[in-house]
């Protein structure tokens, strides 16, 4: 974390601690700038280690004021303390020992939000994955675990409010108006779930029976004025709590929990042992404030954080190498949670598009890493899409490849075995294997082999055998530090339909494994061979996205019109219509750099067409398969020599094409698709408030005037439809008199709301074209632009540079220098934030000559810099390898 030592760690080195915790007892006197920290630790050595090997715990900018060995203050010659780490020699051979630490810390002037710091008046904890290191010395790492006592102590008018961890022990008045709280967590814990907070909130509370009929207290604590505002987050979490013993049979297991929000966060929210702490992006909502991606966010990470509680603390990880034990569960966890709560299939291509827009690239680039890594520079890096989301795809294969009830017994065991451990990859691996006598040993390597398998596919009929034979070859990609790869277990889930619509039942299958509807491919070239396939059949490969894979399957437009219509599989007519998109609209792109008109192909605007059309559909699956590939899409499957200003063109002459066809079924959308009744920000609701303004979008192609936006724009009665319309009019009509008013409309309206405020700077910073640079600077200056939020900071910067293909990649390089400098200003205060917003550039070698030589020029400024933190540091040195 701390600017920074050139320390790679290894998971070759792994080695448990010499010394084991047995308690851990914290006293907190809170002060803005002076919170004095006494740690009174238990230990005892280790069997087997040593008599002279000394105690070392970890430190992060401490300083040493206290330190005793069983209450006896320990001389000078028998300790060495640095701001990195606390040294203590002579410790007793054998029997517990008591260590006493003493800091004393200043939360007031923590701007990198790790450790305790304050927000908004509100003092606040992050310790993952190395922050408890800022506060006192301590074996600070994730195989450590011991049950915690807490004692807060603070000046009761500001902070009537005092929590941590586990259960409430008591409290009462202190000295000088101060008060205090003590609490116990009873679960053994290691240190980055511990949590403090301290102040002055407001709080919703409800309870929660659980399976085995225990009252759990819940409470959400948030700004006064706003609790209103948490109405839905708690609705989620008691939906959570029940759907988690229903379908993994996860009992909650403390008398409380408790979820506070806050306005400065690092990330989403912390999974804290029964106190999550949550950036209140995450917990507050109401129709006014609130889009429907707002509320199905704060659906899923109320979810996430509350699954956590087994999958990540009760189960932990046994070092930082295993950070996907839990989060690619969690994820997997949470995607089937909102799976069950919502539409399935649309929740599914929501979680492919994510995936593909996000992790795939990350697995393309220079900052590629495997799903397990081996080593790190900086385990705040890794806090990537690579150990979240492609880690929940790898446990998703695995239940495609088992079947449900295997990978039930699997995770069952998984729970039961490892309740209360420190554990690994392998060791879940293993609950799979023996639960159900499979080899996953090579299926493992999608732990262990980073880069997106590209699989490339031809099927071949032959009527005179009634046989469909299909050849498969596989290739994973050389990534950095792995030039050449083994072929990987992957399964693919198929269906071969015929021309009436029906799929295919063959009478045998030859060549590998099939089990159901999944297709085994180990080989890196395998051919499977079925028979008793009567007529023609039209392949249908890798349904559901069974395996997160590129997939080259040559197919004809009629073919893929064919699944588009009758694939029983809804994610499979989605692919199959993008399938069809993405060429005419890689087509569309290089028409235009050779200074063609472009041809959108009537086939395609049919069937887009037929899908609005078809109300026999759910209208957010036709919104999402009217949403075209993005920009970026089109970038990762032209894949090199990528000139956005091209690709955003041919887009917009796709785009304008449908409109142009389309215009009759938007107009009836526009009009019609409304839910009735009041908002209700359910599925089926927001799913019409999508198709209708999807609808809304093309009618800007093919009326080319805001007239009809901006009334949209008057008309909105909640936020989703109010930011479309304000979207569309800065991204449609950036310079007309509609836009500025609404903007300024919209200004004045939610002046009070930050996270809305937020919006107003991200709907600005990805205004497309070489102009939102200065547009951009203006906003920096803005007295609503709050450098220290990183909310703010993401929605301005970040939503630049990730968002806006065209601004950010201006050919002049501008936008890479503005990022540059950014990334300097920032970095010395946030490091975390700043590395993040850094990898923005990940994909810079894909692009054409110039862009990419003004992008290394901006990756070169930045590393010439004397002063980075380790974090931006990592980051910028891998991107340049
Ligand atoms: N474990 C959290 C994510 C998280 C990681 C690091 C943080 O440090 C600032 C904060 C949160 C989760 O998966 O939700
Ligand atoms: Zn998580």
Redesign the pocket.
């Known amino acids: 974390m701390s600017t920074s030592e050139n320390k790679i760690v290894e998971l070759a080195h792994y080695r448990p601690t010499d010394f084991v915790l047995e308690r851990v007892d914290l006293t907190f006197e809170i002060d803005p700038t002076n919170t004095k920290v006494d740690a009174r630790l238990i230990f005892h050595r280790r069997d087997g280690v040593d008599a002279a090997a000394p105690l070392v715990l970890d430190g992060d900018e401490l300083t040493l004021s206290g330190l005793l060995l069983d209450q006896n203050e320990v001389p000078a010659s028998q300790y060495t303390a640095t701001a990195q780490s606390l040294t203590i020699r002579d410790l007793p051979e054998s029997g517990p020992f008591e260590i006493t630490v003493t800091t004393f810390i200043n939360p007031q002037a923590n701007s990198q ?2 450790g305790l710091y304050r927000t908004n008046g509100i003092y606040c904890t ?1 310790c ?2 190395e922050g408890f290191r800022r506060i006192t010395y301590f074996p600070d790492r994730p195989d450590v675990l011991a049950p915690y006592t807490i004692t807060i102590i603070a000046d009761k008018a500001a902070n009537p409010l005092l929590l941590s961890n586990g259960n409430y022990l008591g409290g009462g008045n202190y000295d000088e108006g101060r008060h205090f709280a003590a609490w116990f967590d009873p679960h053994p814990k290691p240190s980055y779930l511990f949590a403090l907070v301290a102040g002055d909130l407001g709080v919703v509370e409800d309870s929660f029976t659980t399976m085995s009929g225990r009252d759990v207290a819940l409470k959400i604590y948030v700004e006064h004025g706003k609790e209103p505002r948490a109405a839905f987050a708690m609705d989620a979490l008691k939906r959570s709590m029940k759907w988690d013993e229903e379908r993994f049979g996860r009992e909650y297991d403390l008398d409380i929990f408790m979820v506070v929000a806050v306005s400065d966060f ?6 804290n042992k029964g106190l999550n702490v949550f950036n209140d992006k995450y917990v507050l909502a109401d129709p006014d404030t609130a889009t429907d991606q707002d509320y199905a966010n704060i659906e899923a990470i109320i979810a ?2 509350y699954f ?1 509680n087994w999958t990540g603390n009760r189960i932990t990880c046994r070092d930082w190498f295993q950070l996907s034990l839990k ?1 690619g569960l ?1 994820v997997y966890r949470d995607h089937e949670f909102s799976a069950d709560m919502r539409s399935r299939p649309v929740k599914r291509i929501a979680e492919v598009r994510h995936l593909k827009s996000e992790q795939f690239p990350e697995d393309a680039g220079p900052l590629a890493h495997p799903v397990r890594p081996t080593k790190y520079r900086e385990i705040n890096n890794f ?1 990537t899409t690579t150990i979240y989301e492609k880690g929940s795809e790898v446990i998703r294969m695995i239940a495609t490849l088992l079947g449900a009830d295997d990978f039930k017994k699997g995770l069952d065991l998984y729970f039961e075995r490892h309740d209360g451990d420190a554990a690994t990859v392998e060791d879940f691996v293993k609950c799979f294997e023996d639960a159900t006598g499979r080899d996953l040993s090579q299926f493992s390597l999608w732990y262990h082999q980073a880069g997106t398998p590209l699989v490339t596919a031809s099927g071949a009929y032959d009527a005179t055998t009634a046989t469909f034979t299909l050849s498969l070859e596989q290739m994973v990609p050389a990534t950095p530090g792995q030039p050449s790869k083994e072929p990987m277990h992957i399964p693919l889930s198929f269906a071969l339909i015929l021309a009436d619509g029906t799929v295919a039942t063959a009478t045998g299958v030859t060549g590998g494994e099939v089990t159901g509807e999944v297709l085994h491919l180990t080989e890196r070239n395998q051919t499977f061979t079925f028979t008793g396939i009567a007529s023609r059949p039209v392949l249908s490969l890798n349904r559901s996205f069974s395996a997160p894979i590129n997939l080259h399957l040559d197919q004809s437009p009629d073919d893929l019109a064919h699944i588009a219509r009758h694939d029983p599989d809804l994610f499979a007519r989605w692919q199959a219509l993008t399938d069809l998109a993405l060429p005419s609209l890689i087509q569309a792109t290089r028409d235009l750099q050779d200074g063609k008109t472009v041809e959108t192909p009537s086939a395609l605007i049919t069937a887009l067409i037929e899908t609005a059309d078809d109300e026999s559909l759910e209208p957010a699956f036709r919104a999402q398969v009217l949403t075209l590939p993005s920009e970026a899409d089109i970038a990762r499957e032209l894949g090199r020599n990528n000139d956005p200003d091209a690709i955003h063109a041919g887009r917009t002459s796709v785009l304008a094409a449908i409109a142009e066809a389309g215009v009759s079924t938007f107009q009836s959308l526009f009009q019609t698709m409304r839910p009735d009744g009041a908002f209700s920000p359910d599925a089926q609701d927001a799913g019409k408030r999508a198709l209708r303004n999807i609808a809304l979008s093309y009618l800007t192609y093919a009326e080319q005037s805001p007239a009809p936006v901006a009334e949209a724009f008057s008309d909105a009665d909640n936020m989703t439809d109010l930011l479309q319309a304000l979207t569309l009019l800065a991204h449609r009509f950036p310079d007309s008199g509609e836009t500025e008013g609404a903007l300024g409309a919209f200004l004045t309206r939610f002046d009070a709301n930050p996270l809305v405020i937020d919006k107003w700077f991200a709907v600005q910073a990805t205004i497309p074209g070489a102009a939102t640079l200065d547009r951009v600077n203006a906003l920096m200056n803005d007295p609503h632009f709050t450098p220290g939020n990183p909310n703010r900071v993401r929605a301005l910067v970040g939503s630049f540079a990730f968002s806006n293909p065209t601004g950010f990649n201006r050919a002049d390089g501008a936008g890479y220098r503005f990022l540059a400098s950014q990334i300097l200003q920032i970095d010395p205060k946030n490091p ?1 934030l700043a590395a993040r917003l850094l990898t923005s550039m990940r994909s810079w070698r894909s692009l054409e000559p110039q862009r990419a030589d003004h992008a290394r020029s901006a990756l070169l400024t930045i590393d010439r810099s004397a002063t980075l933190s380790n974090d931006v540091r990592d980051i910028v040195e891998r991107m340049l390898k």
């Open positions: 939000l790790m992050q993952e994955a690092n990330m989403g929210a912390m999974e996430h954080e956590h989060e969690t806090y975390q």
